[in-house]
T-cell receptor, first 114, second 114 residues
Framework: QQQVKQSPQSLIVQKGGISIINCAYE??????FPWYQQFPGKGPALLIA?????SEKKEGRFTISFNKSAKQFSLHIMDSQPGDSATYFC?????????????FGSGTRLQVQP | DTGVSQDPRHKITKRGQNVTFRCDPI?????LYWYRQTLGQGPEFLTY????????KSRLLSDRFSAERPKGSFSTLEIQRTEQGDSAMYLC????????????FGPGTRLTVL
């Protein structure tokens, strides 16, 4: 049962370039869409999240944009740095049994070359 | 460091042995989650506690798996009669009662079953 489709699977970007990761959702009738960042050997950490009442949210070099008609969210990393090299996950966020039942996408492995 | 901690960080065991992992959530976080992550995939939900009550278990959690959170603080995940297919990273996460959207992940326990 596919609830979120993430692409690309891997991405190589030159330092200073723009990294773009997409997530397509079957159902966008939720109140919260988070993106997590995971470095090798570490657990995932919340990077940025958006509520669908806005079409874009920016935090530093990271921006989430929401295309409602395409049911797609995109993460843009501006001025990509080698320190951004990590795996990025979007998550499907319904409430189940009183918890945020995060179902993660398959991940995008980003490599930023110096 | 007041983040989520997990012990051990690595565990190598032989097939058929039992293993137990421990998770110490962020202090005062009443919600605790266990996930499993295999190579190249996003974390998959295993089970969820609210205080000491185990409120939900995934179909992924076979009869060989058991989790406890006896005093509503730390939690343990036990795998009995381990199989090679159990090899994965086991992640613990916690969230506070007042803000359940964000889950704070620990560094994980990497299990290798030989």
């Amino acid at each position: 049962q596919q609830q979120v489709k993430q692409s690309p699977q891997s991405l190589i970007v030159q330092k200073g370039g723009i990294s773009i990761i997409n997530c397509a959702y079957e159902n966008t009738a939720f109140d919260y869409f988070p993106w997590y960042q995971q470095f090798p050997g570490k657990g995932p950490a919340l990077l940025i999240a958006i509520r669908p009442d806005v079409s874009e949210k920016k935090e530093g070099r990271f921006t989430i944009s929401f295309n409602k008609s395409a049911k797609q969210f995109s993460l843009h990393i501006m001025d990509s740095q080698p320190g951004d090299s990590a795996t990025y996950f979007c998550a499907y966020p319904p409430w189940v049994a009183g918890r945020r039942a995060l179902t993660f996408g398959s991940g995008t492995r980003l490599q930023v070359q110096p | 460091d007041t983040g989520v901690s997990q012990d051990p960080r690595h565990k190598i065991t032989k097939r058929g042995q039992n293993v137990t992992f421990r998770c110490d959530p962020i202090s005062e976080h009443n919600r605790l989650y266990w996930y499993r992550q295999t190579l190249g995939q996003g974390p998959e939900f295993l089970t969820y506690f609210q205080n000491e009550a185990q409120l939900e278990k995934s179909r992924l959690l076979s009869d060989r798996f058991s989790a406890e959170r006896p005093k509503g603080s730390f939690s343990t995940l036990e795998i009995q009669r381990t199989e090679q297919g159990d090899s994965a990273m086991y992640l613990c996460a916690s969230s506070p009662a007042e803000s359940t959207d964000t889950q704070y992940f620990g560094p994980g326990t990497r299990l290798t079953v030989l």
